[in-house]
């Protein structure tokens, strides 16, 4: 159980390449007083957007701290953090910081890690992250609703040495379904939906506005750290006329690599960053499309380049790579092999191309949920809705233990499979293995595929495992698995 150790031949040359580089940031200030000495204070409450643009509608959404996404929470790897919630909201709800490798108190599921936080009550999270890298937060209560009505944010955990790089940009992408009035339709829950792609919306934000174009610079490097916030948008983003390098997946560095077709695949929940440099003229424009869904591609913004002189000639010379995470190796030869097969939804979907999207009425086939049952089971079982008491573990492991998970995809339709506490390396997908030695938390699986995945259950307590569409996980693709 060796821990990835990080390669000091390149942390040196790394350094020696930054040396006298403009190491600018360019991610959203702090709303102010979310961050202070003492930690941050962050506050579920209801406030107004303008998503679609500064001239268009306002719309009622739910916030932390006022804003969608919400206040962008920077921690340091290695150094203590304290986030106060404060519930504003006339509901009750939890944090989960998903991603973060964190003790189970702090996970932020109801009923199985904390009680509830109820409307005008505080709950402080503690904890101390591992791993740098690109997270994100969102409720585990009601999550349908108040995920699907703006409540998420970004968490950026600093790596202990900067990245060379010029800028550092977040693009927290979310996918919204609105009515005509601008505001939120409401229907959440809609059980047809829920059999099927989940409740994909009409309307994608980035940084929480419909955006035209974002601004670079001729001849900088931007690393990019893309964050799909969406209750079930799958995105597979195209960067016409650039090349980006993906150097992390879920927060956990990756081998550096060029996506497959050069489209980065994003599934709710998922998070990629991604070095680009901006090796076009001043003045020009690149559309960022997201080509999915078959038939239904659209623009998500356009690189813009701005009118200054390149930064550089040449494409900066510094390793793209970034140092590993202290991930616990798993042996494999010794590992506990279990099954997670998933099962239900719609038994006959419109699968075309890459993905589907429930659309125009068309229905056939039958689904397990007709008739007020449960539409999706992970091993003929369902939990259904959020987190809740009395959710007894589907498996238990020893602590320490080496597991491989087998994952089956037995339905017709795609499902991001996230597990809470840990991180997972991938080994294969459906029989192949997974170049490029990469870790996820959230699993992006096509109808039928079966991938692997190991990982060392070194994190005690009751994790929640979940397809991270939530219409899926409501309607019963969750389960709990015990690290005792
Ligand atoms: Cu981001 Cu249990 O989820
Ligand atoms: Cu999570
Ligand atoms: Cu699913």
New binding site residues.
């Given amino acids: 159980m060796a821990e990835e150790s990080n390669s000091v031949v390149s942390r040196r040359s790394l350094l020696q390449a930054g040396a006298g580089l403009l190491l600018a940031t360019a991610l959203p200030p702090f709303p102010a007083g979310a961050a202070s000495s003492d930690g941050y204070r962050i506050v579920a409450e209801p406030a107004r957007a303008r998503l679609a643009g500064l001239d268009q509608r306002e719309t009622d959404v739910w916030t932390y701290n006022g804003t969608v996404p919400g206040s962008l929470v920077r921690l340091r790897q290695g150094e203590p953090a304290r986030l106060l919630v404060e519930n504003r909201l006339a509901q009750e709800t939890t944090v989960?910081w998903?991603?973060i490798r964190l003790p189970n108190a702090m996970d932020g599921?109801p009923g199985l890690t904390q009680l509830p936080i109820r409307p005008g009550e505080r709950f402080v999270y503690e904890f101390t992250p591992l791993d740098a890298g690109t997270f994100?937060y969102?409720p585990?209560a009601n999550?349908l609703e108040q995920l699907g009505r703006g409540l998420a944010g970004a968490v950026i955990v600093e790596e202990r040495e900067a990245v060379a790089v010029d800028r550092d940009l977040l693009w927290f992408v979310t996918d919204w379904r609105l009515n005509e009035d601008g505001g939120i339709a409401s229907g959440f829950g809609n059980r047809m939906e829920a059999g099927m792609s989940g409740r994909v919306g009409n309307t994608v934000t980035l940084n929480g506005r419909v955006s035209e174009a974002e601004t670079v610079r001729a001849g900088e490097r931007v690393r990019l750290r893309l964050v799909n916030g969406s209750l079930a948008r799958i995105m597979a983003l195209r960067f016409e006329g650039h090349r980006p390098v993906i150097v992390a997946i879920d927060g956990q560095p990756c081998d550096a690599h060029e996506p497959e077709r050069g489209r980065i695949l994003l599934g709710p929940?998922m998070r990629v960053d991604v070095m680009i440099d901006m090796q076009a003229d001043p003045g020009r424009r690149y559309g960022v499309m997201d080509e999915f869904y078959e038939g239904l591609s659209y623009q998500l913004t356009q690189l813009a380049y701005d009118g200054r002189s390149p930064l550089r000639a040449h494409p900066l010379d510094a390793p793209l790579d970034l140092s590993r995470n202290p991930l616990p190796e798993p042996d494999l030869a010794a590992a506990e092999r279990q099954d997670l097969t998933i099962q239900g939804g719609m038994m006959s979907g419109m699968m075309t191309g890459t993905g589907s999207m429930m659309g125009g009425g068309m229905m056939h086939g039958t689904m397990m949920g007709m008739g007020g049952a449960p539409s999706w089971a992970i091993n003929g079982m369902s939990m259904t809705g959020d987190g809740h008491a009395g959710m007894e573990p589907a498996i238990t492991f020893q602590r320490g233990r080496s597991i491989i998970l087998v994952l089956r995809n037995e339905t017709a339709w795609w499902h991001p499979m996230?597990f809470?506490g840990h991180s997972l390396r991938v080994l294969s997908r459906n029989g192949v293995a997974v170049p490029h030695r990469q870790w996820q938390?959230?699993v992006l699986m096509a109808p039928k595929d079966v991938v692997e995945v190991a990982f060392v259950a070194d994190n005690p307590g009751d994790w929640?495992l979940?397809c991270?569409v939530i219409d899926h996980?409501m309607a019963g693709l969750m389960t709990v698995l015990r690290v005792a």
């Fill in positions: 989960h998903h991603g599921v994100w969102h585990h999550s929940a996230h809470h938390d959230t929640m979940h991270h996980q």
